[in-house]
């Protein structure tokens, strides 16, 4: 498989996703505006891989404006920050990399070496990372049962196996998991695309449905847990993720199934207090009238098109994470996972 990101020689290589599965096309650049168009189109996608791409994007910035003021870096940095709302891994890794420099007098050349060591550190830290998710959550799920996933977490989405797909690879290989459901993830189809399409190169068992399907598959008991990723967890436990997580939550609570979310704890926002104040992306009409480059519906129609929805803590059984496992999540089990105090 493919690495979704490599950096070479200061110039970042990266795969087109808009184009799986029909195509594997390798990008290269070390323009930091390309990386950002990538990241608006999804051409780079999931909230571990975008903080990735974001961190080397800031590298790229600086060693554009090498012996200028910081000025127009900032300028960049700030684009990069904000090119999707709802995950919060971009902002934290453009946080990260300020705090590498000192961002006075002209950009140097150890700055930009800084900028790169740190780039590289988030990158190896995120691989790193997802191997410790996938340890503390393939135990979770309900053995020798099948499982059901939402959107792409795996190899794509991270710097490693993934999240909520790497735990499942691992359980899959502990003979745990026994069969794998992948919603198709209407509109942009993350999961009929990409999801279904590492499963296949893993040889891992699995069945496509349409987003609607999930319901009959847990009422005939054919599946037996949820696992999902997310782009953003508030300090109380409330999570962002691919919209459509919110329904397969409220439907695992109407069948008593455990509902997973597996995150590295770099997704944990502790500056939101609660999902309600994660800002909701809202995407363009014509993902939703365009499906597969032909119009489904009269061009005229008004869409509602968010990326993401909330799953209130209360819904989910537990948060996966690099450093533990949050069960329930809340504000106390989320602050003891992350080192910080319970807010007076
Ligand atoms: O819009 P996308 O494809 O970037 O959305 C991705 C998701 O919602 C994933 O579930 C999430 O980012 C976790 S990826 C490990």
Known sequence: MIEPIQWHDGRLLFLDQTRLPHETALIETDDPSVVIGAIRELAIRGAPLIGIAGAYAAVLAAQRHLGRSWEFV??????????RPTAVNLMWAIDRMRKVVQLSGLVSRMDVTALEREATAIHQEDREACERIAAHGSALLPDQAAVLTHCNTGMLATGGIGTALGVIRKAWEAGRCTHVY??????????????AWELSSLQ??????????????????????VIVGADRIARNGDVANKVGSYGLAVLSQAHRL?????????????STAEGAQIPIEERSA???????????APVESRVFNPAFDLVPARLVSAVITDRGIAQPPGVDTIAALTGTRKPA
């Not at 992948?182 to 999801?195: F, I």
């Not at 455990?258 to 502790?270: E, H, M, N, R």
């Open 258 to 270: 455990p509902f997973f979310v597996a995150a590295p704890v770099s997704t944990i926002d502790l």
């Open 182 to 195: 992948v919603g198709e993830t209407r509109p942009l189809l993350q999961g009929a695309r990409l999801t």
């Open 74 to 83: 900032r300028l960049q940095w700030d684009a990069i920050g904000s090119a």
């Open 286 to 296: 014509r993902e939703v009238v365009v499906c597969g480059g032909r119009e489904v």
């Open 204 to 225: 891992i068992p699995y069945t496509l449905i349409t987003d609607s399907m999930a319901a009959v598959l847990m009422q005939r008991g054919i599946v037996r847990s």
